[in-house]
């Protein structure tokens, strides 16, 4: 049962897709340092972002805290709905790679075969002076992989009743492989009653207000050396990706269906590193002369994303089980499904 939880989450994430629509990723090196930034940064941007603002999301389905040691599970699924623009990037801030496109697929944009010409004049040390071209394939984003045109992230998680009104909520996925990726989840959250300290204002029935304050982490880590292109050792991209929230939840808890909403503010602080060495290969202008340099660890990218959030949804409280929605106004909209079993 475990092991098809975690296949199905997977699956959920698009893994497989990744894994398969990486290709040809490695030869964004090729561009000048500057360029290479720019690239990789623009290319995954709506992948980082989406998934930085998901771990925000799913946290809550009421605002009432658990009973001492009550407890719940909860298994969410995030779908984003992705804005057009969010699909491609602009190739016009690039020096030194020439594209027949005004624009390229991100990660979850369309296929290509559009070729880019790579042409770096640099009298650095890193480049002796002369001028270098190279050429490759840009690649392509996973657009085909979504259902209906949405993707969707997951997140799983278990809340605990503690002292003072307040729930503890850890959420927790091991390290996970599938093809040449590996992911990982974990999270924390405090839940904290603070209708209780405005006095005669607690005593009001079916009404609830909680401080949610929480942080969520997701790693990424791609081999390329198991399908890279370029020759060299190590060849591994790892992509982190942390989140932190701050919301107050409010609700209305009824016998057979709750009422719940938020507002609050989003921050996710995510790095990209390229890991390995690489062998460029790039031929010398004028000549029939190829070029090799080896770099090693070439390249860090770094992201801040910022965004003000809001939501509402419903809660239908069956017997030993509770079915949730909410809609999500932030960067990237966002619908929340899911379901929680457990004891207040």
Do not use: C
Request: proline content about 4%.
């Amino acid at each position: 049962m475990k092991k098809k939880l975690f296949l199905f989450i997977y699956l959920s994430f698009n893994v497989t897709s990744f894994s398969q629509n990486f290709e040809n990723l490695e030869y964004l090196l090729l561009a000048s340092q500057e360029d290479q930034s720019l690239l990789f940064k623009e290319y995954l941007n709506p992948l980082v972002t989406s998934v930085n603002f998901g771990m925000g999301s799913g946290w809550a389905n009421t605002a009432k805290t658990h009973k001492l040691l009550g407890f719940d599970i909860t298994v969410s699924l995030n779908t984003f709905f992705i804005p057009s623009d969010a699909k491609k990037f602009s190739t016009s801030g690039l020096t030194s790679i020439t594209s027949s496109s005004d624009y390229l697929p991100t990660v979850l944009g369309g296929n290509t075969n559009e070729t880019l010409s790579v042409s770096i004049n640099d009298d650095s040390t890193i480049f002796p002076p002369n001028e270098f071209s190279a050429t490759f394939i840009a690649p392509s984003g996973i657009e085909n992989d979504f259902f209906l045109n949405m993707l969707i992230t997951p997140n799983i998680q278990i809340g605990l009743g503690l002292p003072f009104k307040t729930d503890l909520i850890v959420r927790y996925i091991p390290t996970t492989s599938s093809k040449n990726t590996n992911i990982g989840l974990m999270g924390v959250g405090i839940k904290h009653d603070i209708l209780q300290h405005f006095g005669p204002v607690d005593k009001i029935p079916l009404i609830d207000l909680s401080l949610l304050l929480a942080y969520s982490n997701y790693s990424i880590d791609y081999e390329f050396q198991k399908t890279s292109n370029l020759p060299g050792v190590g060849q591994t991209a790892i992509l982190d990706m942390n989140n932190y929230s701050a919301n107050i939840i409010s609700s209305i808890d009824l016998k057979l269906i709750t009422f719940y909403a938020s507002v609050g503010y989003s921050k996710g602080v995510s790095n990209l590193s390229i890991l390995g060495s690489y062998e460029l290969s790039y031929n010398i202008s004028d000549t029939s002369e190829v070029i090799v340099f080896n770099v090693v660890d070439p390249l860090k990218v770094e992201w801040e994303k910022e965004s003000l959030r809001g939501n509402a949804g419903l809660s239908f409280n069956l017997p030993g089980i509770k079915l949730f929605a909410d809609y999500t106004f932030q960067e990237y909209n966002s619908l929340t499904v899911g379901a929680s079993i457990g004891i207040r």
